[in-house]
């Protein structure tokens, strides 16, 4: 008689079996959201990423606690800052009344279950769009960058932020925070270091939602972010990361990058996450929206995927949506 061997298929033939042998289950516990701040009122429309809204503080209150109904775990916050905000010293960074100290205060205020998390990097701050401050010929300075994110983180501790997270490449910065955080003691906060960032052509819309594109315009953030041909480096950067400090990791962007994820949580085993940034966000809308793709199968085959690669949460746009999916089941 001859037959196949192994029959791989008769697990899969039931819903009950195929239940049963999953191995990776996404929660909205694996959920962060991150969300625009601005300071006019009400919400914006962000045009390269369709059902993703600049928000005014109190409309970020509104969304607050529609994630919190929905047990997503944790926002993470992106200032628009205005124009005239801008400076070449970024020193808006860190200004006791800024726009996300403001945001965190609310929030913790109203939600104090709901983990924020906030982003220190210079570039919305900085005139020119880049993460860090220029010497005269332009170069993004690594150690003169490195005070001034300690005072955005500090300032950002002191507001109440739970988790600081710092997105800006610079060596040095998560011992240099982890530091001054403790020295003020502050010493609950969490710092989660985008470890692996990489100079991804995939931020273009999130460029567009808190307005750096036009500040940076031509420029780019080579001289800081990994290239994308670059796999060991990455782990480099984590071993650093975790060395100085760090008390979780990400890789970013996601679904290009699951190697990294993969190699990242299987050396260090330490608390992984990845950033679905918004150009992946912005692909799969634009295809969903002419019908190419069925948006709510494609978003929840990404953010398995990236949990099945090792991670154990995803920062996404998607991540309302995605916990009324599971929720309905
Ligand atoms: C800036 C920052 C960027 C993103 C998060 N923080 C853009 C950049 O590095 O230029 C991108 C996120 C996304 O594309 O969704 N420090």
Redesign the pocket.
């Known amino acids: 008689m001859r037959y196949p061997h192994t029959r791989l298929r008769r697990m899969r033939r039931d819903e009950f079996s195929r239940r049963l042998m999953r191995e990776h289950v996404l929660t909205a516990d694996d959920l962060i959201y ?1 969300v625009f701040v601005h300071e006019p009122d009400g919400r914006a429309p962000v045009g390269s990423m369709p059902g993703i809204e600049r928000l005014s503080i109190d409309e970020l209150l509104r969304v607050a606690e529609q994630a919190c109904a929905l047990r997503i775990p944790a926002l993470a916050l ?1 200032p628009v800052t205005a124009p005239e905000a801008k400076s070449l010293d970024a020193a808006a960074a860190w200004a006791d009344d800024g726009l996300v100290q403001r945001a965190v205060r609310a929030l913790k205020q109203r939600f104090p279950q709901l983990g924020v998390i906030t ?1 220190v ?1 210079l ?1 919305p701050y900085t005139a020119h769009g880049q ?1 860090g401050l220029l010497d005269a010929s332009g170069y993004v300075v690594n150690d003169e960058t490195v005070e001034a994110l300690v005072k955005q983180a500090l300032s950002h501790a002191r507001a109440g932020a739970d988790v600081v997270a710092p ?2 490449m610079m060596d040095g910065r998560i011992g240099a925070i982890r530091q001054a955080l403790e020295a003020e003691g502050h010493i609950h906060t969490r710092i989660l270091a985008y470890s692996a ?1 990489y100079a991804s052509s ?2 273009g ?3 567009d939602a808190v307005g ?1 594109a036009g500040a940076l315009g031509k420029g780019n ?1 080579t001289t800081y ?1 990994m290239d994308p041909a670059n796999a060991d480096e990455a782990l480099r950067e984590v071993a650093l990361d975790l060395d100085e400090g760090a008390d979780m990791v990400m890789v ?1 962007p996601g679904l290009p990058y699951l190697d990294i994820v993969r190699r990242v949580k299987e050396r260090f085993g330490a608390p992984t996450f990845v ?1 679905q ?3 992946e966000y912005a692909m799969l809308k634009a295809a969903a929206q002419n019908g190419w793709l069925d948006e709510r199968a494609c978003a929840l085959e990404a953010l398995v995927s990236i949990k099945r690669a090792g991670a154990d949460g995803v920062l996404t746009y998607f991540a309302l949506d995605a916990a009324r999916w599971l929720r309905e089941g």
């Open positions: 991150p992106f982003d990097a570039d993460d997105s800006d960032k995939f931020y819309p999130f460029r750096s953030k972010q970013k950033y940034v918004s150009g």
